[in-house]
DNA sequence: AGGATCGTCTGTGTAGCGCCAACTATTTAT
DNA sequence: ATAAATAGTTGGCGCTACACAGACGATCCT
């Protein structure tokens, strides 16, 4: 069509996408179990961290999970004490998740675990670029994940 | 430890990228139906056209997955024309698997049908800065995947 | 009071995938 | 030439992650 290199074949990220969170996971299966974690309760407590307190539906929605599953994942951090469910002053109806203490301690060091892991997998990245990288993904994960009104409980202010 | 703002917690992508990669998949998975592809089988065609002609078990070391459930992908692929297993000249007992004509325009036809997924899961990137995304993904996607020496087939030079 | 909503529990079904075992065709080593 | 190793295939077993549906109590909104 056109005579500028710009864009010559569609550049999906997708399948590279999947393709690298498949053999970042397999090893992080591996690397974190002596801390009796799985990549799963890795991706809600990054989550967890970014968003603050949430409602266990929006983290359905944010994690794009059936709410029904998230009471199980959630049953697993809570009793680890990674994670606390507070009944919602505003709506007892609703448990606002919120890391604890130990969860964030806990999320770090599993981090910090991650490291061989990651070296592995974007071995071809120098630090600057694995950076780069981090940044970017971390940008697209924080797509204000819920419509917003819903998702910020605790900061009525922020939209 | 430093005063320098560098690196105050451990970054670490693994789980973000589980996460984009995830919301990424349920998206690809209804678009790519009428294409008669799964997101597995597309990760399966983006290795084999950035790998040139590879061995079954090069890709399964390449997907790290068993070689037995291979079988069964390739199969998938080769009942619908996109991929061709050939019998190496050189080691009979291989099947040297490459990407037909069709199975790269059907690639390329899924990845047009997944700018509408990548513009909902991406949305908080520009332009550039997917660009900047898919390129360092890219990168680590293609490290040497196998030994070299097992991997590239037609090509002893190479090494 | 009545209806909707949030979380929980239970159960069912399915898909992805690892692993084991056996078998054939072929190559390599002895 | 015979034995051992390797590539692919098939079949089966089992586990895990999930989605989905139904029922229930607690709570909110009218």
């Known amino acids: 069509m056109s005579a500028l290199p710009l ?3 569609e550049h999906r990220s997708g ?3 999947d393709h690298l969170a498949r053999r970042m996971r397999l090893r992080a299966e591996s690397v974190l179990a ?3 974690l799985r990549p799963r309760h890795l991706v809600a407590l990054t989550v967890l961290r970014a968003g603050g307190g949430t409602s266990q539906q929006a983290l359905a929605t944010t994690l794009e999970m059936d709410s029904t599953n998230i009471v199980g994942l959630l049953n697993d951090l809570e ?3 990674l994670v606390e469910r507070r009944r919602s002053p505003q709506d007892r109806r609703r448990h606002v998740v919120e890391l604890t203490e130990d969860g964030a301690k806990r999320l770090n060091e ?3 675990a991650l490291a061989s892991a990651e070296d592995e997998v974007l071995g071809a990245l120098e630090p ?3 950076e780069t990288l981090y940044e970017l993904l971390r940008r697209a994960a924080t797509t204000t994940p819920i419509s917003c ?6 900061e009525p202010d922020a939209c």
Chains 1, 2 share one sequence.
Do not use: H, K, Q, Y
């Open 149 to 154: 009104g819903e998702a910020l409980i605790g």
């Open 110 to 112: 599993a981090e910090c």
């Open 15 to 17: 399948p590279l996408l």
């Open 128 to 130: 600057a670029e694995r």
């Open 7 to 9: 864009d010559p074949t």
């Open 79 to 81: 009793a680890r004490d």
């Open 34 to 36: 002596p801390l009796g």
